[in-house]
């Protein structure tokens, strides 16, 4: 293979990696996108599977009897009492993370400080659980007073920013607050890539997307003739493109669907789809494509959707938390998770505001020549952010309206 391209055996190594590594556990992933995605039918959404299941790894390491299987039972752990190797398993994940400039993952346990006739006392958390779940899950586990939602959300927005650079900012708010004497789970996931083949500025170019048949709106959209992971799965009604990023382990599927309305059927064909056999399938081809500039900002509660995949036990008071709180009734319940994700897509990482003209040009100021394939994505489409090293989906959703 002396003669094929660098980049192509790049792309070429990417695919064989995420084929070899992606498991039956991404079945979570898929089935959550779905249940958010319904849920929120004509929105933009981004969310981390990767994160959430993250934490709620965390809460099956103190969850007991049913508790824990249910968490176990949606996470494709397998019994419950695996949890010594779901504990290996993320310590190997999160130092990898931690080595990782483009990805920002800020979890946290929230502990309620309660008061007795106006004598603070709190729920003190075991400290084996602290260790576990700062040391191998890099979640951190802290106190905080419900009683005041103002300064609660304060607290908990001052450090999701801290963590994320203000990236991710007002995740909590008093109002969600009001109210809660439980557990509170955060979650904020951000992203921030540079593309392998970034796009040029000078070829964003104002374009119609097509929200649906009869309404279109203009976006700016970015343009790149390149040779990329490419087919069209025309017996399942969608395009895939697979976008790699610079200097990290992760890689951009697009699923886009074939007709301009087409991703409901899609989304319902998404769980019987293998992300792994999409990839495998897919050639090197000379793609011209079209992606529209977008940022999205998406934040969810997921108790509902939790409990529609089977996780409800830890939002009751059935919950069976052991291994959590030093107290004779130490079963405090999850009242609150929430998580904030932000995906940023623009020309080449970094934020963008050059687009002007008509005309689409080459690197040499040339019109381009056309490419035996084009990837127009101007309708909703799905995309996943995957990782080549992390056997997982880190953030999956649906761009349904670019803003």
């Not at 019994?79 to 080595?99: F, G, H, P, S, W």
């Not at 019987?272 to 990839?279: K, M, Y």
Request: aromatic share 10%.
């Amino acid at each position: 293979m002396g003669n094929v391209p660098r980049g192509i055996l790049i792309l070429f190594t990417i695919a064989l990696a995420i084929v070899q590594t992606y498991q039956l556990s991404n079945e979570f992933a898929i089935q959550l996108y779905k249940q958010v995605s319904s849920n929120n039918a004509s929105e933009n959404v981004a969310i981390s599977p990767f994160s959430i299941s993250t934490c709620l790894s965390v809460v099956a390491m103190a969850a007991d009897r049913e508790t824990a299987n249910e968490i176990f039972r949606a996470l494709r752990y397998g019994k419950a009492d695996q949890k010594d190797l779901v504990v290996e398993r993320y310590d190997r994940l999160m130092r990898n993370i931690k080595t990782d400039t483009t990805l920002t993952i800020a979890n946290s346990l929230y502990i309620p400080q309660m008061y007795t006739m106006f004598i603070p006392y709190r729920y003190k958390t075991k400290a084996s659980f602290r260790l576990m779940a700062l040391t191998n899950f890099n979640t951190r586990v802290q106190q905080v007073n419900l009683i005041d939602n103002v300064a609660a959300a304060d607290t908990i927005n001052d450090w999701v920013e801290s963590k994320t650079n203000d990236k991710i900012q007002d995740l909590a708010t008093p109002d969600m607050l009001d109210g809660v004497d439980g557990i509170v789970l955060v979650s904020a996931v951000h992203f921030h890539g540079r593309w392998s083949h970034p796009f040029r500025q000078d070829n964003t170019r104002i374009m119609p997307f097509w929200v649906s048949n009869a309404d279109s709106k203009e976006v700016p959209m970015m343009k790149i003739s390149e040779q990329f992971a490419y087919k069209n799965f025309d017996d399942e009604g969608f395009t895939a493109l697979l976008l790699p990023y610079k200097r990290c382990e992760m890689v951009m599927l697009v699923l886009l669907p074939n007709d301009l309305n087409g991703l409901a059927t899609l989304e319902e064909k998404l769980p019987s789809l293998s992300l792994a056999e999409i990839i495998w399938e897919m050639e090197i081809e000379k793609v011209e494509v079209f992606l529209p500039r977008f940022r999205i900002e998406f934040s969810l509660d997921l108790e509902e959707s939790l409990s529609a995949l089977g996780i409800g036990r830890m939002f009751s008071d059935s919950v069976e938390f052991p291994d959590l709180l030093e107290s004779v009734n130490n079963d405090s319940t999850i009242s609150k998770f929430v998580q904030k994700a932000v995906l940023e897509v623009n020309e080449g990482g970094i934020e963008t505001t050059s687009f002007s003209g008509t005309g689409f040009v080459s690197d040499l100021g040339e019109i381009l020549e056309p490419s035996p394939y084009e990837f127009k994505a101007d309708h909703p489409f799905i995309y996943a952010l995957l990782s080549t090293t992390r056997k997982t989906v880190i953030l999956i959703g649906k761009m349904s309206n670019p803003v």
